[in-house]
């Protein structure tokens, strides 16, 4: 609801900022959109770039509010924490890699698998900091998260004993930092 210059009430109509901020979504999201659209098929022909952004341009009409739901300060922080964290969670992706390839080929390979189904809670709130650390930990070789629900609590399966132990370790800790929660 905005008011007018004689003092009436707009109907209807959205304030300037939640309008610049639903377009500079769209915005973001269609570059993004188009980008991957160029990056995946690799083409660069006339009749394919305009057909991928128009196709672009739909879903990001559609679809900008789920991409980029609340663009404002808080977002750029968490933004600039996940670019933090993404090559922390590579490299523990392949010190886990090394891991396995270890059990492997280790002589005793059936005493060191140790499967199991590790239960722990956290302390996270938000969907998305739950969904970062779930698919975290599933990306990380010799762990697959079984559940996670809405209140923080995981099931984890772990192929070994080592794995196991280092659950919910730091990663949890790195996950609640980027998204300002308390562990």
Same mark, same amino acid.
């Given at each position: !609801?905005?008011?007018?210059?004689?003092?009436?009430? *707009? *109907?209807?109509s959205? /304030?300037?900022r939640t309008?610049?901020?639903a377009f %500079?979504?769209? =915005?973001?999201t269609?570059v993004? !959109?188009f980008?991957?659209?160029?990056?995946l098929s +690799?083409?660069?022909?006339? &009749?394919l =770039?305009?057909?991928?952004g @128009?196709?672009?341009?739909f879903?990001?009409y559609n679809?900008?509010? =789920? &991409?980029? /739901?609340?663009?404002?300060?808080?977002y750029?922080i968490?933004?600039? *924490?996940?670019?933090?964290?993404v090559?922390?969670v590579?490299?523990?992706?392949?010190?886990?890699?090394?891991? &396995?390839l270890?059990?492997?080929?280790h002589?005793?390979l059936?005493? !060191?698998?140790?499967? #199991? @189904?590790?239960? %722990?809670?956290?302390?996270?709130?938000?969907?998305?900091a739950i969904a970062?650390l779930?698919?975290s930990i599933? &990306?990380?070789? +010799?762990t697959?998260?079984?559940?996670?629900?809405s209140d923080g609590v995981?099931?984890v399966?772990a192929?070994?004993s080592q794995?196991?132990?280092?659950l919910?370790? @730091?990663m949890l800790? *790195?996950?609640? #930092?980027?998204?300002?929660?308390t562990i």
């Amino acid at each position: !609801m905005t008011v007018s210059s004689n003092g009436g009430v *707009k *109907k209807g109509s959205t /304030p300037p900022r939640t309008w610049f901020k639903a377009f %500079f979504s769209f =915005l973001l999201t269609f570059v993004f !959109m188009f980008l991957c659209w160029i990056v995946l098929s +690799g083409k660069f022909d006339p &009749l394919l =770039l305009w057909l991928g952004g @128009i196709s672009s341009f739909f879903v990001a009409y559609n679809f900008y509010d =789920l &991409l980029f /739901p609340a663009l404002g300060r808080r977002y750029f922080i968490i933004f600039l *924490k996940f670019s933090a964290y993404v090559p922390w969670v590579i490299w523990e992706i392949i010190k886990a890699n090394f891991h &396995l390839l270890y059990l492997a080929f280790h002589p005793r390979l059936k005493e !060191m698998i140790d499967p #199991q @189904i590790i239960t %722990f809670e956290t302390h996270l709130k938000s969907d998305i900091a739950i969904a970062t650390l779930a698919n975290s930990i599933t &990306l990380t070789p +010799g762990t697959i998260t079984v559940s996670a629900n809405s209140d923080g609590v995981f099931k984890v399966h772990a192929i070994d004993s080592q794995s196991a132990d280092a659950l919910p370790g @730091i990663m949890l800790t *790195k996950v609640a #930092q980027i998204f300002g929660e308390t562990i």
